[in-house]
């Protein structure tokens, strides 16, 4: 049963799926951490593969940048392929002083000055937050891999934070929120996810600030986004 966007047959995407907005990344995860991965979508070259991690059925999939392209995915999982939980891991900014590079952030909530959740479902929704469940058990998987996991608010953006004033946008955030880093989909997946009485997570790394001069070395990066991949991989769902 294909959807215009994904050609995989119902049960050939498990129940838990982890994404990713580069597609790439999920052929990482697939080929270095699933056993029997197998390849079950490549429309639009956004890779979905289903395989085995520790005995489970989960399936590593990309979306896209931004929330019109990750919401299509978010939504086609859990309606037409029963998918029950969607943690995203993904790469952010900041304009924080107190966050590093190469921090790794869970998301407690996210807010947008998008209007997606109005075009969606017709609600005039500006935050959301995601499975209290589920982030409870990515903190016990941190703590016990002795792991780093900031939690708080972020941003999800619809313009790539780097090319906006954002000196202007922190003069119209809530005072009340207090946001650490910023990202592009994060928002929308929660947004489905609670329609639909589904499950959501998001983990993120911070890769760019606006408040530091470091450079990342490819061995940093590499190693910062492994962290958040086997948080993951390595929670009981």
Known sequence: MATPHIEAEKGQIAKTVIASGDPL?????????????KL??????????????????ISVMGHGMGMASAGIYFFELFKFY???RIIRIGTCGTSNTNINLLDTILVSETYTESNYAFMFSKEHVNLERPSKILNEKLLTTA????????EGTVMTCDVFDPYVDWQAINSRIPKDLKVIATEMESFALFHIARILNK???????VVDS??????????????????MIEIALNTNY
């Open 25 to 37: 990344r999920a052929k990482f995860i697939a080929e270095k951490y699933l056993k029997n991965a």
């Open 40 to 57: 079950v979508n490549k429309i639009r070259g956004m890779f979905i593969y289903t395989g085995f991690y520790n005995g489970r059925e």
């Open 82 to 84: 029963d998918v029950d």
């Open 143 to 150: 703590k016990d891999k002795n792991i780093k996991l900031i």
């Open 199 to 205: 499950e959501s997570a998001c983990i993120l790394t």
């Open 210 to 227: 606006k408040c530091r001069s470091d450079l990342i070395s490819s061995e940093d990066r590499e190693k910062s986004l492994t962290n």
